[in-house]
T-cell receptor, first 115, second 114 residues
Framework: DTEVTQTPKHLVMGMTNKKSLKCEQH?????MYWYKQKAKKPPELMFV???????INESVPSRFSPECPNSSLLNLHLHALQPEDSALYLC??????????????FGPGTRLTVT | ELKVEQNPLFLSMQEEKNYTIYCNYS?????LYWYRQDPGKSLESLFV?????AVKQEGRLMASLDTKARLSTLHITAAVHDLSATYFC??????????????FGQGTILTVHP
């Protein structure tokens, strides 16, 4: 199974709402990632989790709060977002450790619209 | 700061023609990945290049890596319409003690015409 799943596929939220994006993989990968992709732009790394610990935060605003409850799950909690946060949010996972390729497998993404 | 530059950004090709997409990057790295993205879809991994001189081929696509020149190429042979997509290269820079911190190029939008 080389699949990364994400829910929901689409999300529309107001600026005062709180919502969460979910990501799941069953490939035994120990690294998981969140990316943000605006239209016609490349993905931009937001967070990296390694063995369920946050290892990289690319200076992401605190209105985005990641969580890794276990090695298969990754959440992104959203609160008080701005319209400019509307984008495709991609989750990815990879093997982790010496000798691995770190090839990242991407989920289908959640298309977020902030109104 | 790592910069990754692809060219061309737009590529309009005729079927059966050959062409090359270039990916240049600014700092030392020996790990580079190529991805494909169809409109409205996620990213599909095409190639993983992990050392200088690495060459990988899959169907009509061939990728190579020259770490000394900080250059990777994606060569398309005898293009077909199904190859129309956006192609990204991504360079891996160690973050802390680990890899996996990808910086993507701008993407090359490839359109193949009959």
């Amino acid at each position: 199974d080389t699949e990364v799943t994400q829910t929901p596929k689409h999300l529309v939220m107001g600026m005062t709402n709180k919502k969460s994006l979910k990501c799941e993989q069953h490939m035994g990968h120990r690294a998981m990632y969140w990316y943000k992709q605006k239209a016609k732009k490349p993905p931009e790394l937001m967070f990296v989790y390694s063995y369920e610990k946050l290892s990289i935060n690319e200076s992401v605003p605190s209105r985005f709060s990641p969580e890794c409850p276990n090695s298969s799950l990754l959440n992104l909690h959203l609160h008080a977002l701005q319209p400019e946060d509307s984008a495709l949010y991609l989750c990815a996972s990879s093997q982790e450790g010496q000798g691995t390729s770190y090839e990242q497998y991407f989920g289908p993404g959640t298309r977020l619209t902030v109104t | 700061e790592l910069k990754v530059e692809q060219n061309p950004l737009f590529l309009s090709m005729q079927e059966e023609k050959n062409y090359t997409i270039y990916c240049n990057y600014s700092t030392t790295s020996d790990r580079l990945y190529w991805y494909r993205q169809d409109p409205g879809k996620s990213l599909e991994s095409l190639f993983v290049l992990l050392s200088n001189g690495a060459v990988k081929q899959e169907g009509r696509l061939m990728a190579s890596l020259d770490t000394k020149a900080r250059l990777s190429t994606l060569h398309i042979t005898a293009a077909v319409h199904d190859l129309s997509a956006t192609y990204f290269c991504a360079v891996d820079r160690p973050g802390g003690t680990s890899y996996g911190k990808l910086t993507f190029g701008q993407g090359t939008i490839l359109t193949v015409h009959p």
